[in-house]
């Protein structure tokens, strides 16, 4: 009988599933994890010893790198770019002092967080909520923990993971990732931001602020026989391990986006959505090598601002933010368009498609979303007698109105269109 060839240290049998690479000297194939070379770093390696052969081969050497344009400190003529994500960028992170978000952020608590007072004070700044009592959400137990997402999400559920140092990413069965976060000996920052599990069992437990439900396009215009699918963006756990970092974004389809930290912390790199900094953020986004480039060193100010565990912000249309996790964290987020923020949300939409952005969290059908939300108000508007009034507002300047003889409708855009560029026809509302 033929004898079965046999490799590596461990002297065992060829397994497809499993990751090898070749001795440049001996000629014998070892596995990756035998021999402590992960399989991605294997294609920056010129020459390859195994363990045996260093001894009188040396030791492996890597390929040289050019057109480096930022780098760690060295002596050598080549030098490494910091990658926004990898552990020399995060150290420098977590040393750097930012202006308090005290200057921008709005403390509200839960039951002051009302259509009356966004309409009132508009949605412009992030508001954070220290108690989620108030709001109209449910939330887990404090005990609920990352086992219980793959108990109610299902553990064969194919997960998008970013792995936070490369800032790339793959999929992963969801019991596969929580087995690495529970693991003791993670060789790799993952980090999972896109589990929307509104068709699942957990959908059930976890529900949405009031005041997102009230506003949102998607759940208050969206037709329930529509030909086209709901935009499931409502419900989102993201679970992230220490040091997990997503790098400076705008939502997708300028939408608005609720954060709670049922478990742990994270901190956002808060940057406001000015014409000079949208076409900074469109000119940065846009360059090949944006990744090895920290966008807040472009603009005035960038404010940081710690969300811990219990605490609820809301972060509005167009505010370009990145987000830090110190500690390991179990947080739960949704997306939301709506009638305070159209001016910033077409804005934020039309940057999205000239950079022709590739989001994890994608808004799809945001264009089919904006037309039901202008024939609903294109059919309000038809069946009943409306007008224009001017009515003094708190400073005692005029603000416009729409009105009949039963209701009064106000909202804080200015003759802004609800439909894209793009289309064909334009849907002017005309409010104030």
Partial sequence: MATVPVYCICRLPYDVTQFMIECDACKDWFHGSCV????????????????????????????????????????????????????????????????????????LSGCQLTVDY??????????????????????????FYVSDVENYVGPDVLVDVVDVTK??????????????????????????????????????????????????????????????????????????????????????????VWYHVLKGEKIFFLIKPTSANLSLYERWRSSSNHSEMFFADQVDKCYKCTLKQGQTLFIPSGWINAVLTPVDCLAFSGHFVHNMSVEMQMRAYEVEKRLKVASLTPFPNFETACWYTGRHYLERFRSESWSWCILPNKNGLGASFLTNNRSLYHSN????????????????????
Avoid at 227 to 244: A, Q
Avoid at 413 to 432: G, I, R, W
Wanted: aromatic residues 8%; contains cysteine.
């Fill in 167 to 256: 800032q790339t990413d793959s999929k992963m069965k969801l019991k596969e990732f929580v087995d690495y976060y529970y693991s003791t000996n993670r060789k790799k920052v993952l980090n999972v931001i896109n589990l929307e599990f509104s068709d699942t069992r957990m959908a059930s437990i976890v529900e949405s602020p009031l005041i997102v439900r009230r506003l949102s396009w998607v759940e208050n215009y969206w037709p329930d026989d529509a030909l086209l699918g709901k935009p499931k963006v409502t419900k989102y756990c993201l679970i992230c391990v220490k040091d997990s970092y997503t790098d400076f974004h705008i939502e997708n389809g300028g939408a608005s």
């Fill in 413 to 432: 855009y200015h003759y802004a269109s609800s439909m894209p560029e793009s289309s064909h026809t334009h849907l002017k509302l005309h409010t104030c």
């Fill in 36 to 107: 402590g070379v992960d399989e991605d770093d294997a294609p920056d390696i010129d020459i390859y010893h195994c363990p045996n052969c260093e001894k009188t081969h040396g030791k492996s050497t890597l390929k040289k790198k050019k057109n480096w344009n930022k780098h760690d400190t060295g002596q050598s003529g080549d030098v490494k770019p910091v990658q926004n994500g990898s552990q020399v960028f995060i150290k420098e992170l977590r040393s750097r002092t930012f202006p308090s978000s005290e200057d921008v952020v709005v403390k």
């Fill in 118 to 143: 966004l309409e009132e004070n508009s949605f412009n700044e992030p508001i954070l909520i220290q108690k989620k009592e108030g709001l109209g959400m449910t939330m887990p137990a404090p005990t």
